[in-house]
T-cell receptor
Framework: DAGVIQSPRHEVTEMGQEVTLRCKPISGHNSLFWYRQTMMRGLELLIYFNNNVPIDDSGMPEDRFSAKMPNASFSTLKIQPSEPRDSAVYFC????????????????FGAGSRLTVL | LAKTTQPISMDSYEGQEVNITCSHNNIATNDYITWYQQFPSQGPRFIIQGYKTKVTNEVASLFIPADRKSSTLSLPRVSLSDTAVYYCLVAYAGTGRRALTFGSGTRLQVQP
């Protein structure tokens, strides 16, 4: 398996532009998580999906952020319009969903998408 | 909602054993404790997972006391390549949801 695949790896854009980050989870994993990482705030959970359904989006900073998972093999995180404070590394992670027990928290992360908003 | 607490940073020298302790007072009965390692410019990577007592794999050992309110990640004979940030993660399932929230992590610096 190629692991969790994210694209783009790097994106530089100007304030006000729309940004779309993409994620392909590991085949067979039915939980998908989006995280944002900055030096100041560390790793923040933005949203997660179980079986393509958003379960908790309380971490999404504001309405400019939206996430979708149209099928089991693809998810997007969109920022519109982007602002300089959105500059961060965005990680996607996946796992097999289990309420508890072995493997419940074993996330596999992608390499991340480094976003710079000028 | 309780959170995990870890030391912000630790320093060590090559060849030494490093122990990083994480406090998780409100761990739920069915929750497992999971540790991750993150190198610069990479996503966190799974190291080890346990429920109670001791777990050992080729990378580390995990010690969990009977009350499970803390756990200790033990890295034997560290090398320079073990310099990284280490996170402990516990899923709080009390609300029926499973928001896997990372704490601040422990930044380990291994010196030659």
């Amino acid at each position: 398996d190629a692991g969790v695949i994210q694209s783009p790896r790097h994106e530089v854009t100007e304030m006000g532009q729309e940004v779309t980050l993409r994620c392909k989870p590991i085949s067979g994993h039915n939980s998908l998580f989006w995280y944002r990482q900055t030096m100041m705030r560390g790793l923040e959970l933005l949203i997660y999906f179980n079986n393509n359904v958003p379960i908790d989006d309380s971490g999404m900073p504001e309405d400019r952020f939206s996430a979708k998972m149209p099928n089991a093999s693809f998810s997007t995180l969109k920022i519109q319009p982007s602002e300089p404070r959105d500059s961060a590394v965005y990680f996607c992670a996946s796992t097999r969903a289990a309420a508890s027990g072995p493997g419940a928290n074993v996330l596999t992360f992608g390499a991340g998408s480094r976003l710079t908003v000028l | 909602l309780a959170k995990t607490t870890q030391p912000i940073s630790m320093d060590s020298y090559e060849g030494q054993e490093v122990n990083i302790t994480c406090s998780h007072n409100n761990i739920a009965t069915n929750d497992y404790i999971t540790w991750y390692q993150q190198f610069p410019s990479q996503g966190p990577r799974f190291i080890i997972q346990g429920y109670k007592t001791k777990v050992t794999n080729e990378v580390a050992s995990l010690f969990i006391p009977a009350d499970r309110k803390s756990s200790t990640l033990s890295l034997p004979r560290v090398s320079l390549s073990d310099t990284a940030v280490y996170y402990c993660l516990v899923a709080y399932a009390g609300t029926g949801r499973r928001a896997l929230t990372f704490g601040s992590g422990t930044r380990l610096q291994v010196q030659p």
